[in-house]
Structure formats: C-alpha cells, structure tokens
C-alpha cells in the first residue's frame, strides 16, 4: 500500500484535519471504507426532503476530498444507497391519517415514517461522489415492506451483498463515514462489527439527524468496541 501524500492534497481538506504520521503506519491487513449514503435527499446542498443538519455543499466536498485520498493510498472504496419503491413502508405518505416521524408497529417491529426520499431513478437518490471511486455501491431498501438503515442487511433480516462483497476481497477491517450518524452510520457499523471486521468511525466525516440520537448513536458505537475518531488518524487505524 503506498502513502504518496502531498501537502497541499492535505490542505485541500480545509478545516478538516487528517493525521498521517507516515513512518508509523503499518499495514496489517487490508481496510475497506464504507461511506454511507451521501445522496441529495439526506443533504441541506440538494435540499432533501430528509436533509440532514449541517449537510451544505462545503461538508460534502469535504467528504469527495478525503474519500478520494483514502482511495489514492490504496484503501479499497464502498458505498450504500438508499433505494426505495415509491410505495416503501416507511414513507408516511403510504399511511392513511399518519404524517412524518410518527411510529407504527409491523409485527414485532417498531417503524418510524419518513418523507419520501431516495425514492428508485431520482435524481435525488443518485450518490452525489463520483460513483467511479468505488468499487461497488450497495443498494438498500429496495423491498416495499422493509426499511433498511445497516448497509449488511435490511430490518427483516434479508442480507444484502455487502459482506459477501468485502470478505472476497479480503478485507477485515472497515473505516465508515457519511449520513447519518443516528441511523445509517450506526446500523451498518454495529452491524460489521456482528460480523467480525474491526471498525473505526470517523466523526469528523459525519452529520446525524439529531443531537441526542446523535450523541446516544456515538455511545452505542462505543460500547460495541467500536474506534470513534475526530478526524482520519492513520496510525490509530492501522493500529486498531
């Protein structure tokens, strides 16, 4: 893995600090990133219908930025996609009499309901980074009557491709970013760590829905044995 790392790549980032003490990295085994669904409809720039805080165009070039230096230095690329028929059990609009964030109950699941967002062929469910740095962009909730926060699998239980993906290539530990903290950055990285990958969250690179859910999400994490960085820390990555 090579570490060509210029300065001026490093200031591109702005305010956004990354740590790379290059003569301390080593690396063990081979990391995979995963970022969470950076799509119109959860973003303030494209003015979703599902936009989470802070999530302006600033913040997402500054997700393009350092996702395309992990890639430069070897790191292996995902990402997941929201993808939802327009009749999703979890748009409000489908529920007579009900409105956004209220919760009904499917069965033994408690279900929370959105506008509708990331809705399949929109132009606001498009990734909005370039989709050639990855090297492949899981799709989910795409079955009417589940949602699906966990990049792994859907709130019934069906799998998606994910981690049949990362374990042919090898992969064993994955660093995850994106939108948003309290649900889909959560689900997906509770879920890799259920699975055996080390995992390693990058704070810094994300935007929850909310404070409290936000700060209880970082907790959970935590307690999951989960590594919460400020910032793209390299020797506490290679070090986990």
Not at 26 to 37: H, L, N, P, Q, S
Not at 169 to 188: E, F, P, Q, R, S
Request: glycine letters at 8%.
């Amino acid at each position: 893995m090579s570490w060509d790392i210029s300065l001026s790549q490093i200031a591109c980032v702005g305010a956004f600090v990354m740590k790379f003490p290059l003569s301390t990295v080593v690396a063990r085994e081979k990391i995979g990133v995963v970022v969470t669904d950076i799509q119109g409809d959860f973003t303030t720039w494209k003015k979703g219908t599902l936009a989470a805080p802070g999530t302006d165009e600033a913040f997402i070039k500054r997700i393009e930025t350092a996702t395309l230096l992990l890639r430069r230095n070897g790191f292996l690329m995902y990402a997941t996609q929201d993808w939802h028929p327009i009749d999703h059990v979890s748009f409000a609009v489908n529920h007579p009499g009900k409105v956004p964030f209220d919760t009904i109950q499917i069965g033994n699941l408690t279900q929370t309901l959105w506008p509708p967002h990331c809705v399949q062929g929109t132009e606001n469910a498009k990734v909005l980074l370039d989709n050639n740095i990855f090297q492949a962009i899981i799709r989910k909730g795409q079955r009417r009557e589940f949602d699906s926060y966990s990049g792994f699998r859907d709130d019934g239980g069906n799998d998606t491709e994910m981690h049949a993906i990362l374990q042919e290539a090898g992969i064993g530990k994955l660093v995850i970013y994106g939108i948003a903290t309290d649900y889909c950055v959560k689900a997906t990285a509770i879920d890799a760590v259920s699975r055996g990958y080390k995992v390693v969250v990058i704070e810094g690179l994300c935007k929850g829905i909310g404070s409290e859910t936000t700060a209880q999400a970082l907790r959970e994490m935590r307690a999951k044995g989960i590594l919460i960085l400020k910032e793209i820390d390299m020797a506490r990555i290679a070090a986990t």
